[in-house]
């Protein structure tokens, strides 16, 4: 254990913690006098609560009970990382993990009653998995199916083995291999990505032997965000179709769909014909032809892979022979999703987490009975797009975006959430790395949000919505090396291909990173 395995009050305890009665809740967000837990206390455990998981947090904190951080790794990238800090008032203590002995040993130091174990974010799925089971919790998936929600490549091979549907890859770390896999296959194109990782690692489009050798060299014995090594990748058929998500929550084996988006991409742009753009993802209606395939399908994948208890968010494409999986992710839909689910259903999703993992269900399990025996069809109250933005132009950005996109007018704006600022160098944009920010559109007509969707890509070619000079400007950040990158880097000849949801990590590992925590404490309630 190092110095700051345990910590209360943002500080490092001796090598002798005290009882956890000592231990002090941290006001979040407004200061105020600091609460002390008795021995005994019902605690929860919230696993690396970045990104989508401080929503976890908002939901925990009335509650009034101790929120433990544990963070699975202090090697993660900067944007989990930074997360920590900009979160550390939620916690009433600190666990940093370096085996499961020594976490539990700290664990029970602190003489609190663990109700909960989550997942806040990817890098804590596998972490939050063996916390649970070593507590003995009945809330909790096995680890013995671990890493078929966590790899790539064994949730394909799972899927196979329980006779569901799934995707032809490889799995190696040795290039001849991949090589001759993929030349014996002789189909064009394939997808190499890492089997173990999210975020801005790189997955990429392969159209020949030479872009799995560049995504070979710039993978292997790379250290990804999640801090584990990358040793292997995995190539794997190209799956050809539209891409959905199927976000649910689950208890005791019951899945509850929440939410439901289609992913749309343009392929080619008149600036790099070879790349292919993200374009944002809009929530579907609960049911329908599509919907009711791309669920059917999730189900049987939930239960192939062990997900029994808590969130799961899955991406899936539609192909010509039938939905595919693309990955599982067991946590909440990234970036701003539990909160849009919330404004468009009445129900967050991080509100159904809690229910799963620390309230025995009861909600979950009072709509799969009413629904019974047919599903339950979440209520669509407002439609929800999530648009990335698209810049066909390069340079210094004169007009914040987000100033830009206001005088737009658009009804359906909820917000914006540039990656570059004003004074900044602004990208042509040919994959996630490269996109302006994106955009939030919720509105109770579908119309309206096409009308507005509609006005926002014209203001983008237009030029009226990017407003550049190609000379630095007084705002321009000096000596800026994470901007001189960006100005030097050419188009990549493989495109990336990356869901807008996990934007806010490119971004922030790209040094463009939101400016003083607004999307990462945005919260979008009352809307």
Request: hydrophobic share 35%; glycine share 8%; charged share 20%.
């Amino acid at each position: 254990m190092g110095q700051t395995a345990l910590q209360a009050n943002g500080k490092s305890a001796s090598s002798s913690p005290p009882c956890g009665g000592c231990f002090s809740w941290l006001a979040s967000q407004h200061g105020g006098a600091a609460k002390t837990f008795a021995p005994g206390s019902p605690a929860v455990i919230v696993v690396d609560p970045y990104s989508s998981g401080r929503f976890l947090l908002y939901e925990l904190q009335p509650r009034g009970v101790p929120i433990i951080c544990v963070r699975s790794s202090l090697k993660l990238g900067s944007f989990f990382l930074q997360a920590y800090e900009k979160n550390k008032g939620y916690f009433a203590a600190t666990v940093d993990y370096s085996s499961l002995e020594q976490a539990m040993k700290d664990i029970q130091a602190l003489q609190w009653d663990v109700k909960a174990v989550f997942a806040g974010s990817e890098p804590g799925v596998e972490t939050a998995d063996l916390l649970a089971e070593a507590l003995g919790l009945e809330a909790r998936n096995s680890t013995a199916l671990t890493q078929a929600r966590k790899d790539k490549a064994a949730m394909q091979e799972r899927l196979r083995e329980c006779g569901v549907p799934a995707a032809e890859q490889l799995r190696s770390g040795n290039l001849p291999e991949l090589l001759a896999w993929a030349k014996n296959r002789d189909r064009w194109p394939l997808v190499a990505k890492p089997t173990g990782s999210s975020g801005s690692d790189g997955i990429f489009f392969c159209q020949g032997p030479e872009d799995i050798t560049m995504a070979h060299e710039e993978l292997i014995g790379k250290m990804n965000p999640n801090g584990i090594l990358n040793l292997e990748l995995v190539l794997q058929e190209f799956l050809d179709g539209t891409e959905y998500i199927v976000d649910t929550v689950s208890h005791e084996g019951k899945h509850l769909c929440c939410a439901v988006w289609a992913y749309t991409k343009r392929k080619g742009t008149p600036w790099n014909p070879h790349c292919i753009v993200s374009e944002g993802n809009r929530l579907l209606p609960p049911s329908g032809e599509k919907q009711d395939l791309l669920i059917d399908y999730t189900l049987k994948v939930l239960d192939a892979v062990g997900l029994r208890y808590g969130p799961c968010h899955t991406e899936i494409m539609l192909t010509a022979r039938g939905p595919i999986l693309v990955e599982v992710n067991a946590r909440l839909h990234g970036l701003q999703g539990p909160s849009l689910i919330g404004m468009a259903t009445g129900t967050s999703k991080a509100a159904y987490a809690v229910d799963a993992l620390l309230d025995g269900g009861r909600q979950i399990q009072q709509r799969t009975a009413a629904a019974a025996p047919s599903r339950f069809l979440y209520p669509l109250q407002k439609h929800c797009y999530q648009i990335v933005l698209i810049s066909p132009t390069q340079g210094y950005l004169k007009v914040a975006i987000s100033k830009s996109i206001e005088k737009l007018k658009l009804s359906s704006l909820v917000e914006v959430l540039p990656s570059v600022q004003q004074g900044q160098w602004l990208n042509q944009t040919c994959d996630l790395n490269t996109a302006a920010g994106y955009v939030l559109l919720v509105h109770p007509s579908s119309q309206q949000i096409d009308k507005d969707a509609e006005r926002l890509r014209a203001a983008e070619a237009s030029g009226e919505l990017y407003q550049v000079s190609l000379s630095p400007l007084p705002s321009t950040p000096v000596a800026s090396p994470g901007l001189d990158r960006q100005r030097s880097r050419s188009p990549p000849p493989s495109p990336r291909l990356q869901s807008s949801e996990k934007a806010e990590e490119v971004w922030a590992a790209e040094d463009q990173g939101l400016p003083g925590g607004d999307a990462s404490e945005l919260k979008l309630s009352g809307f």
